[in-house]
Nanobody, 122 residues
Framework: QVQLVESGGGLVQAGGSLRLSCTASGRTFSWLTMGWFRQAPGLEREFVTSIRWNGGSTYYADSVKGRFTISRDNAKNTVYLQMNNLKPEDTAVYYC???????????????WGQGTQVTVSS
């Protein structure tokens, strides 16, 4: 069993930065592909980024490439999302998710966090 808890959301002005954290409990974190997803008001939840267990492979949605960076520290059972040059359209609830092995798309997530709100003001 894996439980994920996000933190680090908040209110920031456009152009600012935030770092989100997702900390896992359970024994299998180091084996999981981890990712971040987001859901803006009135929109479907969407993929943002993912990272393999050893950090060697990362993937980003085009909308965040060059601005967001995913990383993980398996010793701390934590995955991070560094968000720079934030834009109002980044406003959403951000969720971390995980899946044993392989790719991680929206419909492949086995474990979800509760979400953390990110609001970017104009």
């Amino acid at each position: 069993q894996v439980q994920l808890v996000e933190s680090g959301g908040g209110l920031v002005q456009a152009g600012g930065s935030l770092r989100l954290s997702c900390t896992a409990s359970g024994r299998t974190f180091s084996w999981l592909t981890m990712g971040w997803f987001r859901q803006a008001p009135g929109l479907e939840r969407e993929f943002v980024t993912s990272i393999r267990w050893n950090g060697g492979s990362t993937y980003y949605a085009d909308s965040v490439k060059g601005r967001f960076t995913i990383s993980r520290d398996n010793a701390k059972n934590t995955v991070y999302l560094q968000m720079n040059n934030l834009k109002p359209e980044d406003t959403a609830v951000y969720y971390c998710g995980g899946r044993p092995w392989g790719d991680l798309s929206l419909r492949q997530v086995d474990y979800w966090g509760q979400g953390t709100q990110v609001t970017v003001s104009s």
